[in-house]
Each structure stands twice: as C-alpha cells, then as structure tokens.
C-alpha cells in the first residue's frame, strides 16, 4: 500500500489502477499530510497528538491498523518535503466535497486539542488551510467546537 500512495502522489501509477481507489488515495494523503502538519507547527511532537493522528486515520478514514501506519509514515515524509501549504489545499480544492472539507478542518482541531492545548501555530496552520480551501469563518469555529467537545 505505501509503495501505491507512493506513486500515486507522485503521479506515476500506471493505467490499470481504478480511478475511484485512486481518489480515496489521494484524499485520505492529503488529509493525512495536513493533519502532520499541525502536529509539526509547533515544533513539538506530542504522543498524544500522535495517537489521536492513528486514532482518526483508523475511525474517520476507515482504515486497517496496518494501512494506518503506512499512511502516517507517508504523511510525514511529505509534510518534511512540502515547501508551502498550497500544494496541498489546492488539491482539496478539486477533489473533496464541502463536508470532505469540513471534516478535515475538524480532524486537525483534534490533533491540535489532542495534547490539551491548542498552539497559536496549529491555531494558524488550521486557519490558514481553512481560507485556502474556502470554508466560512462560521463552519471553522463549528468545527473547532465540535472537536474541542468530542462530537
């Protein structure tokens, strides 16, 4: 599987993979790879933010524990080679639904609240990834409610 989100990422799997796979693939690096990112914006590695991180991959993206994992390991290492936050969100953009969307706002406030304080810098990386990919200053407070509150 990591060897798939691979090269998918990098836009070189070959004709015969199924489109719909390919999009769920995409989807769920992209979400995974912005939720590294609050993790890293305050320079601290938190275990908790780590376990919440496998947590939402497992529960909200549906994956197997050991797809998860693989799924983390790529994430990291594309948020170490991403250079701005664009590459990403632009992918967001065309690809994810508005309640894709939301829901990717709300899981990095969950990473974010997962070590019991929420850093001005995931604060701003939430923020700033909110207003790339157009969800209203309303649904980004909804969202961070409902990840504070557990809903």
Do not use: C, P
């Amino acid at each position: 599987m990591l060897a798939k989100l691979k090269a998918m990422f990098q836009g070189s799997l070959g004709e015969s993979a199924d489109s719909g796979q390919l999009d769920a693939l995409s989807e769920n690096l992209i979400t995974a790879t912005l939720m590294v990112e609050v993790m890293n914006s305050d320079h601290r590695l938190d275990a908790r933010e780590e376990q919440e991180f496998i947590a939402i991959l497992v529960k909200t993206l549906g994956l197997d524990e050991e797809a998860a994992d693989e799924l983390r390991v790529l994430a990291h290492e594309k948020a170490e080679e991403s250079t701005s936050l664009y590459e990403f969100t632009a992918q967001v953009n065309t690809q994810f639904s508005v309640d894709a969307k939301l829901s990717l706002i709300k899981n990095m406030w969950r990473i974010a609240f997962a070590d019991g304080e929420v850093d001005r810098y995931e604060d701003g990386v939430i923020r700033r990834v909110s207003e790339l990919i157009y969800v209203s200053h309303s649904d980004f407070i909804r969202m961070k409610i409902a990840a504070r509150d557990g809903v």
